[in-house]
């Protein structure tokens, strides 16, 4: 999975990349506890800016061997159009300059008992270790489709290069043809997003392909702002009509049994019923990323249970898994509940360190969901602790009114950029 050669390590390490091969030169010192985190995606950068934050002496080692991150969040909009995909691209450079040391290479197995990470190099001991290595999909539940199957019908769950073959095959598909989107039972990662997602190819299909429609394939019967979805598909695609530009089958006519890419088919639901595409996007069912798998940190949901408090993995001390690979009770696999969690999780590392422990925290949740062209909806949840379960709180929050006007949905679409920028900057910007 991961290509990164030998000579492409000495070469990013003496780019300055891998600053870590010759030492620290701020507060790092031969006693200063050890951190390793274990994915520079969203919760793991996140978790190395907050220790760093809160305790300046940490000795913090982030692994993560992509030297460029593509964000998930607004690869829907790169999917219509409407940005580039160097818009949600976002380097590593930041970390050094902040006491983090970055080494590009994959953590290859944990050794929880003599609190040790091997890489392609050696290994690294740990005080302390953060997993936050994302998803993997469950290439064996649909039949006819897999790892080689996707590079042909993407699955573009994934950026940059996922991404970018869905644009190409838009773009290359006929006026009139079928876009076919399968939708994976829960929990997977940003429930919302395939629904963004069908609204954003309904977008550019009415700009420039309009005898053309999406047709969504739920292994479900509901999905979150379905209302709101729903409202929004009407008032831009013709939902509901003859003319609709998309289509949605619950679970019964819907989920998804196997897929045949040589006849660009799709058979779903009770009666095993075909559906042809010009451009078919499965969204496979998922799981927690390989490495947390492969070293004992998950249970047989396929997801990591932890400490709700902490994020301390519930089968490993001194280990704690956060993003979309913990299990969170009922925070939704998202950026944002990601970045919350990193922070409690920093919170917790450090008290832990100091052998206190944090008070009962609270943790949020936005999701805004981009329609079409100045229309945006929003959810956001607080959430906290309730005995070992981390719950809504009754009341908190809120979601864009089925009332709101053109004029409010306009303020939401303005809301979600500016979301993307704050949330990115704060996260892959230079400053702390
Ligand atoms: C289409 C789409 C739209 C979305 N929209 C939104 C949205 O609007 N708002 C929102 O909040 N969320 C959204 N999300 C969800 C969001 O992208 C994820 O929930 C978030 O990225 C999870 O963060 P993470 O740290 O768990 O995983 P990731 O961000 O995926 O980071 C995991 C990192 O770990 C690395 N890694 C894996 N294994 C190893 C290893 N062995 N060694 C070292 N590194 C490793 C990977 O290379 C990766 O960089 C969307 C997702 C999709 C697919």
Known sequence: MFTITRRQFIKLAGSGAALSLVGMPWTVQANSPKIV??????????????LIQLHPQLDITLLE???????????????SGERPLESIQFGYE?????????????A?????????????????SYDRLVVSPGIQFRWDQI??????????????????SQVALLRQQLEAM????????TVPPHPYRCPPAPYERASQIAYYLKQYKPRSKVLILDAKD???????????WEELYGFKTEHSLIEWLPSQEGKVLRVDAQKMAVYAGELEEEYKGSVINVIPPQMAGQIAIDNDLSDDTGWCPVNKKTFESSRHPDVYVIGDACDASQMPKSAYSAHSQAKVCALAIVASLKGEEISTPAYLNTCYSVLGKEYAISLSTVYRLVGDSIAPVEGSGGLTPEQASAEDKKREYLYAHSWFLNFTQGIFGGEL
């Open 143 to 160: 039949e006819g489709y897999g790892k080689a199957v996707s590079e042909h019908l993407p699955h573009a769950w994934s950026a940059p």
């Open 94 to 106: 930041f970390l050094q300059k902040r006491g983090i040391r970055w080494l590009p290479v994959p």
């Open 108 to 124: 290859l197995a944990i050794d929880p008992v003599t609190k040790k990470v091997k890489i392609p190099e050696g290994e690294l």
């Open 222 to 232: 509901g999905f979150p702002k379905q209302q709101l979805f729903m409202q929004g």
């Open 174 to 181: 006929p006026n009139g043809g079928t876009v076919i989107i």
């Open 37 to 50: 985190i274990i994915g520079g995606g969203i919760g793991g950068v996140t978790t190395a800016r907050e």
């Open 65 to 79: 061997p992509h030297p460029v991150y593509h964000t998930c969040f607004m690869s829907n909009e790169v999917l």
